[in-house]
């Protein structure tokens, strides 16, 4: 089973600041996706990523994929309440016809 | 709106007891997976169907038992019931099988047991 730790577990943060989380793997993926998900609600996918060292941006958020396509981070300058959300990432196997992995998940809450 | 449909959205039931969860997929989408989230084991995986047959199987108990109907919604079965099956359980869909698809998730049903 590939695992994928994501740190930190809990953020909480003023509205307006910066902040990274992280999404770990010794393993190597296809790509990488990302979801939001807010509370009574499933997740939403925000991005994919798929090239090793790609990095994409969808308006504050800038989600980055690493040259070894073991781990990924996404980046959101000036957060808003918002942003708000847990936020999970999710590696596709590299190969066979393995599940997609989904990470433990980072808990953001932006304080207004 | 993902155009995932789930229900119920809430269920409360006993110890030993069968519900059944329903979830029609996003028009066009042939493959629906579904999930379970709990607190302290996040989002675990635990069955596949494409087009009316299982595709993948994740860590999903015998008590267990899903399918995909021919119109293509599913049902996730969950019988004898114990308090630890209280949870959410997603159902997810996506246009192909493939592993990387995105997924579309439902609203998701809240399963207690008590």
């Known amino acids: 089973t590939q695992l994928l730790e994501q740190s930190p577990q809990f953020l909480s943060i003023q509205e307006g600041e910066n902040l990274t989380v992280y999404c770990n793997s010794s393993s190597v993926f296809s790509s990488l996706q990302w979801y939001r998900q807010e509370p009574g609600e499933g997740p939403v996918l925000l991005v994919t990523?798929?090239?090793?060292?790609e990095v994409k941006k969808l308006k504050r958020l800038t989600f980055q994929f690493g040259d070894a396509r073991k781990d990924s981070s996404l980046h959101i300058t000036a957060a808003q309440p918002g942003d708000t959300g847990l936020y999970l990432c999710?590696?596709?196997?590299?190969?066979?016809?393995?599940?997609?992995?989904f990470g433990t998940g980072t808990r953001l809450t932006i304080i207004p | 709106d993902s155009g995932v449909t789930q229900t119920p959205k809430h269920l409360i039931t006993a110890t030993g007891q069968r519900v059944t969860l329903r979830c029609s997929p996003r028009s066009g989408d042939l493959s629906v997976y579904w999930y379970q989230q709990s607190l302290d084991q996040g989002l675990q995986f635990l069955i596949q169907?494409?087009?009316?047959?299982?595709?993948a199987k994740g860590n999903i108990l015998e008590r267990f038992s899903a399918q995909q109907f021919p119109d293509l919604h599913s049902e996730l079965n969950l019988s004898s019931l114990e308090l630890g099956d209280s949870a959410l359980y997603f159902c997810?869909?996506?246009?192909?099988?493939?592993?990387?698809?995105?997924?579309?998730f439902g609203n998701g049903t809240r399963l207690t047991v008590t």
């Open positions: 169907y494409y087009n009316g047959e299982e595709r």
């Open positions: 990523v798929v090239t090793g060292g």
């Open positions: 999710a590696g596709a196997p590299n190969f066979g016809n393995e599940k997609l992995t």
């Open positions: 997810a869909s996506s246009t192909t099988g493939i592993q990387n698809s995105p997924l579309h």
